[in-house]
């Protein structure tokens, strides 16, 4: 009997000290807004043909290169903890030598890993198309990469950028740039 007992009272007390423990998934701090806004102002380079020769009337040396235009993007995107992002992006490139004025329209994907408290290292490559804006209704693939330097507080920045446009317009190679600017990314 009294082993019964025992057993009776291990088993109910079995079914008294039984809990659920509710397993609490690791949350991550999410960012309120994880969208960019992205503003660039920068000037196409060629090269001077008189670079290093001394000026006649200046009397300096010439610089190796000129700006030839001048460039300006916008464009919105999504980011995840400010180090990698996707965009799209409209803008208008002037071309001085060239007479052209393009419109690019290209996606974008963005990585910017944080290298010190206040600096970030950019690195952006972009692929769509790009549509001439004169008489002769040129169009083509737009590919572009950049390299740069961002402030990690407000945004500010300064790139380099190779950029070909897909099209000719009077010789057969394809227009390009080399283009050094400014940028400003707003989260």
Known sequence: ???????????????GFAQEEEVKRKRFIEDPKPFYKKFELS?????????????PYTGEKETWFLPDGIT???????????????????GIDWKGNRCLVVVPIFGSIRLSPQITEELR??????????????SDKLSGNFKK???????????????????????????????????????????
């Not at 952006?124 to 549509?131: D, H």
């Not at 600017?181 to 707003?186: A, E, P, R, S, T």
């Open 145 to 187: 990469i950049s390299l740069g330097i961002e402030d990690e507080e407000n945004g500010l920045g300064i790139y380099i950028e190779l950029c070909q446009y897909g099209f000719a317009k009077y010789t057969p190679e394809r227009i390009g740039s080399f283009l050094i600017g400014l940028n400003c990314v707003i989260f």
């Open 43 to 55: 000037t196409p380079l060629k090269v001077n043909q008189y670079a290093g020769e001394i000026n």
């Open 72 to 90: 300006a993007r916008a464009g919105i995107g999504s980011h995840f903890d400010k180090w990698i992002g996707a965009g799209m992006n409209i």
């Open 121 to 134: 290292i950019t690195s952006e490559v972009g692929y769509g198309r790009a549509l001439s804006l004169s």
């Open 1 to 15: 009997m009294k082993a019964k007992l025992l057993f009776l009272v291990l088993f109910a007390v079995q079914f």
